[in-house]
């Protein structure tokens, strides 16, 4: 039974193993294909009907099908600026359950360039942030709304926000705390 598994397993294994040199070969002619196609485009002002009308992507810079869906990242640091919040945690003390509290984070733009309030993001669903969305200049104040919701908890509670800005560090850490009480107490 064992030498039948292996033999199984062999003959999958180089199926496998020949197929992939097949795909490569074919990926490897289409691409000599295409090079002498370039060079018969660059020699000729003729156009062929086996040229492609159209590019390849892989002809473009930086278009890597892989990355298309990745987020951009941020030019790197000309435009960062810096923040300053009056407080990073807030205490509500006792609520009762079922309760909404709220607050509000103020910050200021202490740095040189425009601050932007990329995404502000609470630790659960109870805690719901929202912030300032356009271009805070500098030396001007923007803030950072956040309610808490305090159905189910029990207890004492404590809940984070994560603010992502153009600053170094890019995120900031705001903090809420409260004892949650039953009602009947």
């Not at 669903?125 to 929202?130: E, F, L, N, Q, W």
Request: aromatic share 8%; glycine share 4%.
């Amino acid at each position: 039974m064992k030498n039948t598994i292996t033999i199984f397993l062999l003959a999958l294994l180089v199926v496998v193993v020949s197929f992939l040199v097949y795909q490569n070969y074919n990926l490897n002619k289409k691409v000599e294909e295409l090079s002498s196609n370039k060079t018969e485009t660059k020699a000729s002002p003729v156009k062929t009907e086996t040229q492609n009308s159209e590019p390849s992507p892989f002809d473009r810079p930086n278009n890597d099908p892989a990355m298309l869906n990745q987020p951009a990242e941020p030019p790197a640091n000309p435009d960062l600026t810096s923040i300053h919040f009056g407080r990073l945690v807030h205490e509500f003390g006792k609520i009762k359950q079922g309760e909404f509290v709220s607050t509000n984070f103020k910050f200021v733009n202490t740095g040189k360039k425009p601050l932007f309030v990329i995404k502000a993001e609470g630790s659960c669903g109870c805690t719901v942030p929202r912030w300032t969305r356009e271009a805070i200049l500098p030396g001007n104040e923007g803030s950072i709304f956040v309610q808490f919701d305090s159905h189910n908890k029990k207890g004492e509670v404590e809940k984070t926000v994560t603010v992502t800005t153009n600053t170094e560090p890019r995120n900031t850490v705001l903090t809420v705390k409260s004892t949650v009480v039953p009602e009947d107490k």
